[in-house]
């Protein structure tokens, strides 16, 4: 049996007041397409922190088959050696806590000026299996660490600064300097964040990341693999229905009325292949179709100061591409036709492969976006040239907007498209074939 997991990066730190009720929704939201667990990110000094570490544990272990663990933010603040120890030691022996080798999966968000402390948390909680992410140091030099940890996370999921496509180069280094430890692959559908509190402001290239990113994993067979991120808004990243009191203030502008609960339509398979090592085992739903797009073109208006990657100097709007991205997932062939404003194409997947990757430029044309597979169909909203209201284009103006599915098998409950009823987002159209 494959040992071989994959999880869902989760902010502890948006849950202010979160209810336990809604621990459960989202972990049997994640459950049923098959992720099996969340990484807890936590800081070291949110008051709601011990409530909500509590309810998640309380809430996986009542949904059984679902695992946690903490992922200690060092970049949020100064984390002490004892409170490591204690949150380590208060669920250690829960049902839901993750393990390996019998000991504590344990992970972080940097850190690696804490390295030294480990080898004392050990010490005091009975050992741990400790995968860090220290991605500021580099594979090799996380690579000079090895005596300090038992795996490494790469939170390298993104294309880099003026790059449209993401390489399995940092990938490759990693496994290559853990010399057999494991190795934790970051995968992530989206990036765009403008949080001027924190001098955030920039965009990745990610119209086909989520395809790339998968097929990548089956080039690497990492030993896990950690989706980033679950609920992180603010960076434009969430795989989750949207629950609007955890988006961070200032994000709401590019989040509501964006759900990417979609992306999630995908992810049994993309999962049973990579568990199994195999891309060609039996597809787990009906056959299926997924899109998203941005519903203005990249240079509509300006670009809001918008720079393409992290740290580049070039403009978003030179790494954003005009198109609808569709992933199709089919048990033999089949065609799928896409259009903009009643103006498309005809796409025929690839032989011989169950899922395949499309795109359809927007080529100056505007209107609803509808997708035709099986005798189905399902529209999304209209690509307009009208300048969004806030005066530039924000890149993330990108929403996961329909699948096309069998009704039996893919029920809105399952795959429903982030709405929550507050937003007035209209409702995911989920058809049967």
């Known amino acids: 049996m494959s040992q071989r997991k994959v999880f869902a990066h989760y902010m502890v730190g948006l849950t202010d007041g979160q209810s336990l009720q809604q621990w459960l929704n989202e972990i049997n939201q994640a459950k049923r397409v098959g992720i099996d667990g969340f990484a807890l990110n936590i800081g070291p000094s949110d008051s709601w922190t011990a409530t909500q570490l509590h309810q998640a544990y309380q809430a996986a272990e009542q949904a ?13 603040g100064n984390w002490s050696v004892q ?37 004392a948390v050990r010490g005091q909680t009975g050992g741990i299996f400790l995968v860090p992410d220290w991605s500021s140091l580099g594979a090799y030099g996380v690579g000079g660490k090895l005596g300090l940890i038992d795996g490494a996370f790469s939170w390298g999921a993104w294309p880099q600064a003026g790059q449209q496509k993401m390489n399995t180069g940092e990938d490759t280094a990693y496994k290559s300097a853990l010399q057999g430890k494991k190795y934790m692959m970051g995968v992530s559908p989206h990036f765009y964040t403008n949080l001027p509190q924190w ?41 989750c229905d949207t629950e609007a009191r955890q988006i961070v203030q200032g994000a709401e502008k590019y989040v509501n009325g964006f759900p990417h609960g979609g992306f999630r339509a995908i992810l049994p398979y993309f999962i049973a292949a990579y568990k199994a090592g195999n891309p060609n085992v039996p597809l787990p739903h009906d056959d299926l179709a997924v899109a998203w797009y941005r519903t203005t073109p990249a240079r509509c208006g300006s670009d809001g100061g918008t720079r393409w990657g992290q740290g580049g100097g070039a403009s978003a709007a030179d790494g954003a591409r005009d198109v609808v991205s569709i992933v199709t997932a089919t048990k033999g062939a089949a065609s799928i036709t896409v259009e903009i404003g009643g103006q498309g194409q005809t796409f025929n997947t690839q032989p011989g492969k169950v899922v395949s990757y499309f795109e359809l430029p927007f080529a100056g044309r505007t209107g609803p976006v509808t997708l035709k597979m099986n005798g189905r169909q399902a529209s999304g909203p209209a690509i307009s040239n009208n300048c969004p209201p806030c005066g530039h284009v924000s890149v993330q103006r990108r929403r996961v907007c329909f699948v096309v599915a069998h009704a039996n098998t893919v029920s809105p409950g399952c795959f429903q498209l982030g709405r929550v009823p507050a937003m007035s987002e209209p409702e995911p159209e989920v058809l049967g074939a």
């Not at 390996?100 to 402390?117: I, L, Q, Y």
């Not at 089956?218 to 603010?234: A, S």
Request: cysteine-free; overall charge negative.
């Open 64 to 76: 059984g088959g679902f695992v946690l663990f903490i992922s200690f933010d060092m970049a949020a």
């Open 199 to 239: 001098n955030k402001n920039w965009y990745s290239s990610s119209e086909s990341l989520w395809y790339d990113r998968w097929q990548q994993v089956m080039e690497i067979m990492p030993d896990f693999v950690e989706i980033i991120t679950w609920n992180d808004y603010g960076e434009s990243s969430y795989i």
């Open 83 to 119: 409170q490591v120890v204690d949150l380590v030691n208060t669920y250690k022996n829960s049902g839901a806590q993750m393990k390996v080798d019998g000991k504590p999966f344990v992970s972080t968000f940097e850190g690696p000026g804490w390295a030294d402390n480990w080898n």
